[in-house]
């Protein structure tokens, strides 16, 4: 008698988990309904942006067709951006973004309009390769070059910095290796490259992206990468743990982020798509 | 995946938790 009734109760209990967790399986597997949106929070041509085109391109052969629109929000440190997203609430709409634009906010702002927990991880999508770029015609062969001669003219050198995490982890370069500089703070971080090209600052912290043009042209020496690892692209170019400076290793984190709302099983199935596409 | 995402995500928010202390700049809010 006893066994039944535990037979019986272990049924309902079953039951009552396949109640449960049928309707996130059955809404993972007849997503999407309709388009999905990616909002970037930089304009067309930034890193961030090429890498939500590529995902654009390729998702919809896995989601049933639908279609995947880019939506650009630029400015105010990713904040943006990240309010377009939150005000969506939806489980078709995901922010697409470096971890670092939003990483150091609670060290820059009062008052956020967020929480950790509204920005879902889904997937790590790629890594932005971060570098250190100098003018060319410094003639400075390593890093470690250039900080000997930043010591031997303290308070001579300019640095062009971007508020966020670069600027954070360059910062704590300038102190472990105990340099005296003024920053220069820059909003368009194309133009401090071009400035450094031009020999008007001494150094930038930036995404090889925006270095890319500079050093190819032959007016920016991209001295170090900050990544763990070299980046495949620059095998050339040493890490700053290699080179002697680990306090400048970050790495470039980017990928896609998703409502609170959305089941753990959609998360699971979107997470597994994007990261099938980029391969 | 997103489990391993998240878990980066959470290294780097401790790495910059632990530059900001060593440069000496407290948290303005805790989101």
Known sequence: ?279 | MPAEFAAAIQAQREQIAEIAQELGIKPKVQP
């Not at chain 1, 400076?245 to 470039?252: I, N, T």
């Open chain 1, 1 to 279: 008698m006893r066994q039944i009734a535990f037979r019986m109760t272990a049924a309902a209990v079953l039951t009552g988990l396949v109640m449960l967790v049928a309707p996130a399986q059955s809404q993972a597997q007849s997503w999407p309904q309709r388009p999905v949106r990616l909002i970037v929070p930089f304009g067309p041509g930034a890193g961030a942006d090429i890498g939500a085109r590529l995902l654009s391109e390729r998702l919809p052969a896995r989601w049933g067709g639908k279609a995947v629109v880019i939506e650009n929000r630029p400015g105010g440190d990713g904040l943006l951006a990240i309010q377009s997203f939150l005000s969506a609430n939806d489980d078709h709409t995901f922010l697409f973004t470096p971890a670092g634009n939003f990483t150091v906010h609670p060290f820059q702002y009062d008052k956020l309009p967020y929480t950790n927990a509204d920005l879902v991880p889904v997937a790590r999508v790629s890594n932005t390769i971060l570098g250190v770029g100098v003018p060319a015609t410094m003639n400075v062969g390593t890093i470690a070059d250039w900080v000997a001669r930043a010591k031997a003219e303290p308070g001579k050198f300019n640095a062009a910095v971007v508020p966020g995490i670069t600027e954070f982890t360059f910062d704590y370069f300038v102190k472990t290796a105990g340099l005296t500089l003024t920053k220069v703070p820059y909003r368009d971080i194309v133009q401090a490259a071009t400035d450094v090209g031009e020999g008007r600052l001494q150094i930038y912290m930036a995404s090889y992206a925006i270095l890319q043009p500079q050093t190819e042209a032959g007016r920016i020496k991209t001295i170090v990468v900050n990544g763990r690892e070299r980046a495949p692209i620059l095998p050339n170019i040493p890490t700053a743990r290699e080179a002697g400076f680990p306090a400048l290793e970050v790495e470039g984190l980017v990928g896609l982020f998703g409502s609170r709302t959305l089941p753990k099983e959609l998360v699971e199935k979107i997470g597994a798509d994007v990261v099938a596409a980029t391969k």
